[in-house]
């Protein structure tokens, strides 16, 4: 009988199969049996999808198929449970790590890939003129300038994209349009554009994290930690444990008063008439409420931190307008909410948690998933609280999924997560008004 962890790690590949094809797909091999592991990366920060497949190659595959770097690779996959199947098609780009065995009868590589539409954008270079809408302006960007033929979600902006590219490529031009673009709903216009296995978007973060937020109670993630009252369960496998987490990184404070979080101002300077328009100020102390939250709106920061640190502007900014352009308030739209764009920035990105979980192809990356995480504490204790600040919703930033041939000739899969969240869970005051020495107590520092 398999083990429960063999199990929750396991992975379909359908058909057995991982097809090898030459450039215009007219010889094809499976190459499963060579495939030693792989990587598949989605992330918000990238347009495309990206693989990583390590070949141990003993039949001089590279040599004889022969492997120069303009090939594809089609998978299919999905996880015991999972409603869909993902389905990849890969470009092969580049070839690394190419190594020999000292006998000469191996050789190990890496097989570097992408998504095709990262081809055609990278011999697709253009000037031209938008004059549309923002969301608009992707399409055509997408649709009709890299000629892609998969289905792109986006969402509703105002304003006009009025602008002239010189030499850009299409992914270039809507990055471009992600720094320009206002939102019909949300303040901080904080767009992404990227790739997942089902299509492409072009959203706000915000609205991933309020769409996104109902779908946590489907993805609902344990980290186990020893207690007295439950030495049973200690380490029990499950397809909803956090394998392991750690936190990368947390605050960056100073980069963030400098960057305007706490405090900043954008003033609009007229080209035509030279006036100065009002000044649009962020301060956090209030602000952050603003932002769509992850679960509770309680800031990274207290609010005497908040007071001390927004006293004098941190970031200044002159942005321009020419009143002379036709529909310029339409052109100049986005410079209304600049001021609330980089501070929720700065904020989903201040704390970064990774947590490794069994791998699950029902999970998109933009999801928002449900942690509970317990507090460290002794083997003695009989605590069950969760930790108070860190814990509960997260948006999912990026999926590493990971698969790595086992001994018995399947593939296991994890996937490792990069999480954020702009607000904490509860808020930082009322832990710090909370008694700090009780005997038994979460909160405690001193035992008896």
């Not at 092969?92 to 055609?120: A, W």
């Not at 990227?194 to 779908?215: A, C, G, Q, S, V």
Request: proline letters at 2%.
């Amino acid at each position: 009988m398999a083990s429960l962890v063999q199990e929750t790690d396991s992975v379909e590949i359908i058909g057995d199969e991982i097809i090898l094809w030459d450039f215009v797909r007219a010889v094809k091999l499976n190459i499963i049996k060579l495939v030693s592991g792989f990587n598949i990366i989605e992330s918000l920060q990238n347009n495309s999808i990206v693989a990583e497949f390590e070949i141990n190659d003993g039949i001089d595959l590279i040599n004889y198929f022969p492997i120069v770097g303009e090939e594809w690779i089609d998978i299919k996959l999905k996880t015991p449970g999972a409603h869909k199947v993902c389905e990849y098609k890969f470009f092969v780009h580049r070839i690394t790590h190419s190594k020999v065995n000292n006998i000469g009868s191996q050789r190990n590589y890496i097989l570097h890939c992408s998504t095709e539409d990262y081809l055609k954008n990278s011999y697709t270079l253009y000037s031209k003129r938008y004059n549309k809408n923002y969301n608009q302006a992707v399409e055509e960007a997408l649709k009709t300038d890299l000629g892609s033929t998969k289905e792109l979600e986006v969402e509703p902006t105002e304003g006009i994209f009025d602008y002239v590219t010189n030499k850009l490529r299409p992914f270039q031009v809507i990055n471009l349009i992600c720094e320009r673009a206002k939102s019909a709903k949300y303040k901080s216009d904080s767009f992404v554009f990227y790739e997942d296995n089902e299509k492409y978007r072009f959203l706000t973060l915000e609205k991933l994290i309020e769409d996104r937020k109902p779908k946590a109670e489907k993805f609902i993630y344990n980290f186990h930690t020893y207690h007295k009252n439950e030495e049973d369960n200690y380490e029990k496998a499950n397809a909803n444990n956090v394998i392991s987490y750690s936190t990368p990184f947390q605050g960056s404070v100073f980069d963030n008063i400098k960057n305007g979080q706490f405090h900043n101002q954008v003033k609009t300077f007229d080209i035509l008439t030279g006036d100065y328009f009002t000044t649009n100020e962020y301060f956090n102390i209030g602000g952050h409420k603003e932002f769509k939250p992850t679960d509770n709106i309680y800031d990274h920061n207290t609010d005497a931190f908040n007071n001390f640190v927004s006293q004098r502007n941190g970031e200044y900014r002159m942005v321009l307008k020419d009143s002379a352009r036709p529909n310029a308030d339409k052109v100049f739209a986005h410079n209304d909410k600049l001021h609330y764009k980089r501070p929720f920035y700065d904020k989903i990105f201040q704390y970064f948690l990774n947590i490794r979980i069994y791998g699950d192809t029902n999970l998109l990356v933009g999801d928002v998933i449900k942690l509970k995480i317990r507090e460290i504490n002794g083997k003695t204790k009989n605590i069950k609280d969760q930790e108070r600040l860190y814990t509960e919703n997260y948006l999912v930033t990026e999926i590493k999924n990971t698969f790595v041939l086992a001994g018995d000739g399947r593939f296991s899969h994890f996937m490792n997560l990069d999480l954020r969240k702009p607000h904490f869970f509860e808020k930082i005051e009322k832990i710090l008004a909370e008694p700090k020495t009780v005997s038994g107590n979460s909160t405690a520092l001193n035992e008896d």
